[in-house]
């Protein structure tokens, strides 16, 4: 379930149901840091950014394989894919939302959420 960390900013809008179905998956396969940033108003390319990461380069093609496989099923396919063969940054475009998949070196060399510091967080719990 995501609820909206800043409410008076940016309502009680729902997030759509595809990025509700990858942020399970990616849960499920037990991916570390989740993160997603509401960037509604900031940028006009995408609503969302997720960003998580795995431990190994196979840990994060796999929870990028399990993302696209997950929404392929339910009709949400990917626009663009970028890393999915090095597994050190993984990108799934799905045009509402972008998902970044990180090994744990790369999303620390590059900290998105600093670049986007003035993005809110959306809450994340486990449902």
């Known amino acids: 379930m995501i609820r909206d960390a800043r409410p008076e900013r940016r309502g009680t809008s729902q997030p759509p ?3 509700r179905l ?3 998956a990616i849960q499920d396969l037990k991916g570390n840091q989740l993160v997603v940033l509401d960037l509604r108003g900031l ?3 995408t609503d969302y950014f997720v960003i998580a990461s795995g431990t190994s380069d196979a840990h994060v093609r796999g929870i990028a394989e399990s993302v696209m496989e ?6 949400h396919h990917t626009h663009h894919v970028e890393g999915l063969n090095t597994g050190r940054w993984v990108l799934l475009d799905f045009v509402d939302f972008v998902i970044h998949l990180f090994h744990p070196e790369t999303r620390s060399f590059y900290q998105l959420e600093r670049l ?5 967080e959306l809450l994340i719990s486990s449902s």
């Open 43 to 45: 940028n006009d390319a």
């Open 17 to 19: 149901e595809a990025l």
């Open 22 to 24: 990858a942020l399970d």
């Open 70 to 75: 997950k929404l392929n099923r339910r009709g």
């Open 116 to 120: 986007w510091y003035d993005a809110p």
